[in-house]
């Protein structure tokens, strides 16, 4: 078994920052990818970003820019780094873990709690 638990959010200004961390404990060989999600009351939950083990990252277009993806593989952790934040970047963020319990084996996808992050004008 898997947990990720994160941490960071709050509220914030328009033009502010804030970092997000999500760790992740358990049955872990190798996190092969992590990622953040977002969702916000009435809309559908979207990629934010994502980074592999190997440090490939992949950015929503419109974080694109503002938001860095990060990772340190030796405390199983990801980083959300938001900058110049907006309104409409306000949601519940949540962090995602594709895991090999055994290196032989491929992931399996976890979900944390989530965080929620709200971005004043």
């Known amino acids: 078994q898997v947990q990720l638990v994160e941490s960071g959010g709050g509220l914030v200004q328009a033009g502010g920052s804030l970092r997000l961390s999500c760790a992740a404990s358990?049955?872990?060989?190798?996190?092969?990818?992590m990622g953040w999600y977002r969702q916000a009351p009435g809309k559908q939950r979207e990629l934010v970003a994502t980074?592999?083990?190997?440090?490939?990252?992949n950015y929503a277009d419109s974080v694109k820019g503002r938001f860095t993806i990060s990772r340190d593989n030796a405390k199983n952790t990801v980083y959300l780094q938001m900058n110049s934040l907006k309104p409409e970047d306000t949601a519940v963020y949540l962090c995602?873990?594709?895991?090999?319990?055994?290196?032989?084996?491929?992931?399996?996808?976890?979900w944390g709690q989530g965080t929620q992050v709200t971005v004043s004008s």
């Open positions: 995602n873990a594709d895991v090999s319990s055994v290196f032989w084996k491929s992931g399996e996808h976890y």
């Open positions: 358990g049955s872990i060989f190798r996190i092969n990818a």
């Open positions: 980074i592999t083990y190997g440090g490939s990252t």
